[in-house]
Every structure is written in C-alpha cells, then in structure tokens.
C-alpha cells in the first residue's frame, strides 16, 4: 500500500507536469522529464495517468530540429478536461455562465431566482441553474470542478476562509451560510465575492484596454460600488471592504443615508433612490426603466434626478482619478442603460473636477461585457484558485451514479 507522503508527492509531481504542458504549446515527454528536473520514468508513468483521465492530450508526431530517428510525440493541455461555473446573482435574476479551463466562455443562461427565498430555495436554485446551462453546453455536471459567485454586497475577508457580510446590501443573505449550503451541497470548490470585484477581475482580464496597469471598476447597481486592479491584481483592501464609492459624500447634497451619514452618493445614483426621487418630485414611476423613459420623452423630474445622479458619481469618480490615477476606469450597471441622458452629465462632472492631466492620462468608458461581466469574473475567479482543487479536487468525488441518485444531475 503506497504511503500519503508517496502520494502527495506523485500528485506535486503530477501538477509540475501540467503546469509546464500549459505554458508549452507543444512538448515531448523527453522535453518534460528536463524541464521538471524528474527521470524520464517518473514522467512517462504521471503522463499515462494524466492522458487516461483527459488532463493531457497527445497531438501525434512533434516537429525536431533533430532530423535522426523518431520524432517524440506531442503533448498538449486539454482545457475542457474540467470547466468553471460562474454565477451572478441579485434581487430577481441569476446569470450563469460556463468556461473552460483557459477562460474561454462555453455557454451563458439566466433565469429568475428570490434573493429572499431563503438559502435552501437558493441553493436549489443553483443546482438546477448548473444542470441547465451543463445540458444546453452538452456537459455532465460531473466536469464543472468550481463554482464563483457574484453577490450583491461586498464580503468582508477575516482571517478565516469564510466570507462574512458587510452590510444590508444582500438582504436577507448573509455569504457565510450561502457558502457554507453550497458547499455542502455541491461539495466542489466554491469562491465569494461582490458584484464590483468579480467584475473588475472581467473587465481587467477580458475587456477594454487589456494591457493597462490600473483599472478601476465603477459599478452602478443597487450601491454604487468601485474595485481597483493594479498589475492584474485585485486590491480589495486590508478585510475586503475597499471600493465604498457610494459613501462618498457629493457636493449640495443633503439626504441621509443608512450608513449615518449625509449626502452619501447612494442617496441619489442608485436605482431604489433615483426611485424615490423621481416619486417624490411627481414622476409616476415604479421602476428604473420608466426613469429612463420618462426621461427620454423630456419628464422634466426625472431628466433633472437623472442628472443630479451623473453629476454625484462624477464627482465620486473624478476624486478617485485624483487620488489614484488609473490608466483606466470602467463603468457598469444598469444605470450605463440610460445612456447619454446619464453619460454626458457624469463625463461632463468628470472633466470638471478630476485634475487635467490625471483625466487625460486616464481612458474612461463603459463596459463592453455588459451582464457578462459579473458571471464571467466569478468563473474566472474560481478557475485561479489552487490547482490541485481544479485538477484532483474535483470533478466530483461522487461517481457519475451517486451523483444522479443524490442531485439528479448528470
């Protein structure tokens, strides 16, 4: 019987191996057994493993600069031995999206869920969501190793693994026990994180301007939220709080916000306070949709609370473009919808307040993923976690049977 520490040792063994093949686009098991500094049986036997469980693939003949004997054959990584799910949820709506080992997107879904219902009805919301978007990508469930999960408030990183809630933004969820019924569930690995965060993880890694150095991620959702990324790294702050842009104060404003303070961002450039605005200044609106059409059609209420909210937010931007000076800034969230009756006011605070060369060194736009962002970070999320979790913790322990029995889930 082969001993742990045999073990343990074969699979570091196992992921060195993998970890050159994907940084190769094509490599011999000679080349191998070099490059991970082990004798050429160790690497032929870990190399057998990984082709019969469809981590590596062989590519056939390998071109040589040697023109005597054989050519060795190729070895390449199999991206789609394993895939990462990634969720976005809010309010009324989860996104849900599916990528291969390498990032490519694979298949996108949404459908309808309760943010209140409860974290059993949100789990199982979950489940199927996964058995869905795994039948319409034509792959078992078995292969989607880790699961990321966008939610809506940010999530505060103490020294233990468990996410912890912030505040009132998730309503009645609280990320620790989400986390901890899907964990349980699922028994695959699973990350947390805001909305904002696994947004900028997208937008710096997929969209924009990829090669810039600073990105700065608005997103204008239910608060106004910010996350910085510096050299492809995500700043989240010294518990995972940074990025409150919405608890900025902006100038002439007087509204109190639950965070005791006054004249906070959020009083006036969130959906639910442009709501109230609008209401109490005569608009008959129920929704931030009729905001925008009322606004369109020159409602006089709601073109001028539309405004007030661009200008506050420019406000808040143009501080951060001051303070940081990111090479880029990228806006999101349903608010980007409205367009240039929100667009040309915030650009216009945005130029008045940030200082000149900060504004002209700094590309501002608005997101090219759009409601891809926040699912796709989360996927992207989950697949920089731990190698070994991705390669031998997963797929699911549970035989493809047991899983069916347990879940109904192929």
Same mark, same amino acid.
């Given at each position: ?8 040792? =074969?699979?570091? +063994? ?7 093949? /994907? ?35 062989? @590519?056939?003949?390998?071109?040589? @600069? ?37 990032? +490519? ?36 469930? /078995? ?22 809630? !912030?505040?009132?933004? @998730? ?26 965060n696994m947004s900028a993880i997208a937008e ?9 150095? !600073? ?6 959702? $239910? ?29 002439? +404003?007087? /509204? ?20 109230? !605005? ?20 020159? +409602? ?11 200008s506050s937010v420019g406000f808040g931007i ?32 945005? =130029? ?8 002209q060194n700094c590309i501002v736009s608005t997101?090219?993923?759009? $409601? ?21 913790? @997963? ?16």
């Amino acid at each position: 019987m082969r001993s742990q520490s045999f073990l343990e040792m =074969r699979r570091r +063994n196992a992921l060195a191996i993998v970890s050159i093949v /994907r940084g190769e686009r094509e490599i011999s098991r000679a080349e191998l057994a070099r490059e991970a500094n082990l004798s050429p049986a160790t690497v032929s036997n870990i190399v057998d493993e990984l082709l019969e469980a469809g981590v590596l693939i062989e @590519t056939g003949s390998k071109s040589s @600069t040697s023109q005597r004997g054989r050519r060795p054959i190729g070895l390449i990584f199999n991206p789609t031995f394993a895939f990462a799910a990634g969720m976005s949820l809010d309010s009324t709506r989860l996104k849900v999206v599916i990528c291969d080992l390498d990032g +490519n997107l694979i298949a996108e879904s949404a459908s309808d869920c309760n943010l209140h219902a409860g974290y059993d009805q949100l789990a199982s919301s979950v489940m199927e969501s996964l058995k869905e978007i795994a039948k319409k990508a034509s792959i078992p469930v /078995r292969k989607i190793c880790a699961l990321g999960l966008a939610l809506p408030s940010g999530i505060e990183r103490p020294s233990s693994a468990k996410p912890h809630p !912030v505040s009132k933004a @998730t309503g009645a969820v609280q990320p620790v026990e989400l986390w901890a019924r899907l964990q349980k569930k699922l028994k695959r690995a699973i990350v947390l994180d805001s909305h904002v965060n696994m947004s900028a993880i997208a937008e710096s890694s997929t969209g924009g301007e990829r090669h810039s150095d !600073v990105v700065m991620v608005v997103r204008l959702g $239910h608060v106004v939220h910010s996350a910085l990324v510096v050299h492809g790294q995500l700043l989240a702050g010294s518990s995972g709080l940074a990025g409150e842009l919405g608890h900025l104060p902006s100038p002439g +404003n007087r /509204r109190n916000c639950e965070c005791g303070n006054v004249g906070c961002i959020n009083t006036i450039a969130t959906p639910g306070a442009l709501l109230k !605005v609008c209401q109490e200044r005569g608009a008959r609106v129920k929704e931030l949709d009729d905001v925008i059409s009322e606004a369109e059609r020159g +409602n006089r209420a709601c073109r001028d609370t539309l405004t007030e909210a661009a200008s506050s937010v420019g406000f808040g931007i143009a501080a951060a473009i001051n303070i940081l000076a990111p090479q880029q800034i990228i806006i999101s969230g349903p608010l980007v919808e409205a367009k240039e009756i929100f667009l040309v006011p915030l650009y216009s605070a945005i =130029r008045q307040h940030a200082l000149k060369t900060s504004y002209q060194n700094c590309i501002v736009s608005t997101s090219e993923l759009r $409601h891809l962002a926040e699912p796709l970070g989360a996927a992207l999320k989950a697949l920089s976690m731990e190698p070994r979790l991705l390669l031998f913790g @997963t797929p699911s322990e549970m035989s493809p049977e047991e899983e069916e029995e347990r879940y109904g889930l192929g």
